[in-house]
């Protein structure tokens, strides 16, 4: 058994929980070889990296050695560089997994993963339902906007506040740390969950929190935002990390993430809205199960999340290449996984569909007003 002097921890910064190394008598002897060339190693290490740290070939049904099967014949020394891309992401965009994804720099191309059905939460279309917020729910009036643009709030009629959240980083200028990121979110948190709006006759009678375009980000700073929410502390989520390359049921020990209430800053303890759907992704969807477990009531509208609530674990490819994968479970604190199918609203209503644009209709906001007025 390794002694205590060849095991220590290690935190990566802006991931939550702490990663267990243990020293190891001498490198394997792969390590020790120039590493491989060509089309062909190419192909096998994407193959065999997936093989080893995905974590959910079968929870997202792709049989990963038949894709071997199907594909490796094709590749050979002279598969051109264009080919072998077309290869691997032919065998990777099945997974319909977010957090999945190939960069051929020298190429100037890329493929990610998307659930089927859903919206890339991109800038455009982060900027285009913004647009359609503001004009449909508040009437004109302009989000004021905090964070870089990526936080936006309002003050609805009834004493209702709106929280539009569109990541979770890039709060601050240029190359922005997590410290700058977290410091500047307590700025806009101490602007907008005051004292008068978490207690006393003018507090909010409800708020709604909309995530339903979320790019992700940092897990913390959603735990940071959710400890303004409770006065109770609770645990959020757990997470574990695949941990054998032979067998992908064997994780390692859970870490549960805890929501914390804010210490010497106002916290609103009542009623909340969150809104929800397919462009909620990573980091988002870490904050919508914070929130599901809040101690007060929380009510989930709209549609599935997406489902790549995984960290991204980043590999280099022989020729330059660089690509992601998911290989971490996060669940419920009762161990429910929702990576796949996404997080399931409380109550599901379309959003942003093609019909409610016709309509001019937002119904999962109009459904949380209707629940936020009736708490009342």
């Known amino acids: 058994m390794p002694q205590a002097k060849d095991r220590a921890g290690v935190r990566v910064h802006g991931s939550l929980g702490t990663r267990s190394l243990r020293r190891i008598a ?14 062909v190693a190419t192909f096998d290490i994407f193959w065999q990296t997936f093989k080893e740290n995905y ?3 079968e929870r997202r049904g792709v049989d990963w050695d038949e894709m071997r099967a199907r594909y490796r014949p094709s590749v050979h020394a002279g598969t051109t560089q264009e080919e072998l891309f077309g290869i691997l992401s032919a065998m990777a965009l099945p997974l319909q997994d977010a957090h ?11 493929a990610s993963g998307q659930r089927a059905g859903t919206v890339s939460p991109d800038d455009a279309y982060d ?13 004109g009036t302009a989000l004021e906007t905090h964070a870089q643009g990526a936080i936006g709030y309002a003050e609805l009629p009834g004493g209702i506040g709106y929280l539009r959240i569109g990541r979770f ?5 240029g190359s922005p740390t997590i410290e700058a990121d977290a410091a500047e979110l307590d700025r806009v948190l101490d602007r907008i969950v005051t004292r008068a709006r978490a207690h006393g006759p003018g507090a909010w009678r409800g708020l709604v929190v909309d995530v339903r375009v979320n790019q992700g980000g940092s897990d913390d700073l959603g735990l940071q935002i959710a400890a303004r929410l409770t006065d109770r ?22 870490y549960t993430a805890r929501v914390a209430p804010a210490q010497g800053v106002p916290r609103y303890t009542g009623p909340i809205a969150v809104l929800a759907s397919g462009a909620t992704v990573s980091a988002g969807e870490t904050f919508v199960k914070a929130l599901a477990e809040r101690p007060s009531p929380t009510t989930l509208i709209g549609e599935h999340t997406q489902g790549a609530l995984s960290d991204i674990m980043a590999r ?16 419920t604190p009762r161990g429910n996984s929702h990576e796949g199918p996404g997080i399931p609203p409380h109550i599901t209503v379309p959003v942003f569909t093609a019909e409610e644009f016709a309509a001019d209709r937002d119904s999962a906001f109009d459904r949380a007003i209707t629940l936020l007025t009736r708490r009342r």
């Not at 999945?100 to 890329?110: C, F, K, P, Q």
């Open 26 to 39: 001498a490198l394997p002897p792969l390590c020790e070889q120039p590493p491989p060339t060509g089309p």
């Open 55 to 57: 974590a959910f070939f």
């Open 100 to 110: 999945v994804g190939l960069e051929a720099s020298d190429l100037g191309r890329s």
């Open 127 to 139: 900027q285009r339902i913004q647009a359609f917020v503001e004009r449909r729910n508040l009437g």
């Open 169 to 173: 980083g890039g709060y601050t200028p």
């Open 233 to 254: 502390g609770y645990a959020a989520y757990r997470k574990e990390a695949r941990n054998d390359p032979r067998d992908d049921s064997r994780f390692t020990p859970r």
């Open 316 to 331: 280099e490819l022989p020729n330059g290449w660089r690509f992601n994968l998911s290989n971490e479970r996060y669940t």
